[in-house]
């Protein structure tokens, strides 16, 4: 029986960077969701079986950080991995709690993303089963 491949979820409203993170989770061997803001997220059937949320910080109506807290609200707990442009005022990104597993700057590099859904993937590991 074939494992099933872990799920990243990136949330962005920016179009080109949405879809290169998802291409770029794909290319890499991972089943990739990608979202344009966290109300579509929030709506998608497989929530409960993603394995890392990718999201921005600034968005539209609900923030990256508003997701998180409605997501721990809920009572989900998904290792997350907060991206942003505008770094200055997010240092309270930093205080979110333990299932926010990674921070980065736009651009990042790819190896630096790959690195905190690596660690996403194996804290979730380590929490469920």
């Not at 290169?20 to 109300?39: K, P, V, Y």
């Amino acid at each position: 029986m074939p494992t099933k491949k872990p799920l990243i979820a990136i949330v962005d409203d920016d179009q080109s960077m949405r879809e290169a993170t998802r291409g770029l989770m794909r290319s890499l061997g991972f089943d990739a969701e990608a979202f344009s803001s966290a109300g579509d997220f929030l709506k998608f059937p497989d929530l409960r079986r993603t394995d890392c949320l990718v999201t921005d910080i600034h968005m539209p109506g609900m923030s990256g950080i508003d997701l998180h807290r409605r997501l721990v609200a809920l009572g989900e707990s998904i290792p997350t991995v907060l991206i942003t442009a505008y770094p200055n005022g997010d240092a309270r990104a930093h205080g979110l709690g333990s299932d926010v597993v990674g921070y980065l700057e736009k651009p990042f590099s790819e190896q630096d993303l790959l690195n905190c859904v690596r660690s996403a993937l194996a804290r979730g590991s380590d929490g469920k089963g």
